[in-house]
């Protein structure tokens, strides 16, 4: 029994620490390109993005600092800017421990709305 909740909280803490999640809110019809990725994220209904973490250089406040973002329409550039980040804690554990790889991702806490530039 042990050793199965053992195998399940292993499970878990890979299943999140190889990724991150955000919740937007763009303009409809355009695509959110993220860290200069060459394909735009998948955006749910209800505006959620979960992607790979972000290596260090996102790591910061915007406007200097953060994940580069890019927001298109019919292949036009609508926008550009930086989100803000988090550091992922759950990256320490992650072998090959990724605070030295990917531990930045995006602030589940807040509402990242690229329509009226606020991200809080």
Do not use: H
């Not at 505006?47 to 973490?53: D, L």
């Not at 600092?65 to 036009?76: A, F, H, T, V």
Request: proline share 10%; charged share 25%.
């Amino acid at each position: 029994m042990i050793r199965k909740i053992s195998l399940a909280f292993v499970v878990l803490i890979m299943i999140t620490g190889c990724t991150t999640t955000g919740t937007f809110k763009v303009p409809p019809g355009s695509e959110l390109y993220v860290y200069k990725r060459p394909e735009p994220v998948d955006i749910k209904a209800d505006g959620k993005v979960t992607t790979k973490p972000f290596f260090w250089t996102a790591a910061g406040i915007p406007p200097e600092s953060g994940i580069p973002y890019r927001l298109e329409k019919d292949g036009q550039v609508l926008k550009e800017g930086r989100l803000r980040t988090k550091f992922r804690t759950e990256s320490i554990f992650w072998p090959p421990f990724a605070s030295i790889y990917w531990p930045m991702g995006f602030n589940p806490d807040i509402t990242y709305d690229l329509v009226n530039d606020k991200q809080e």
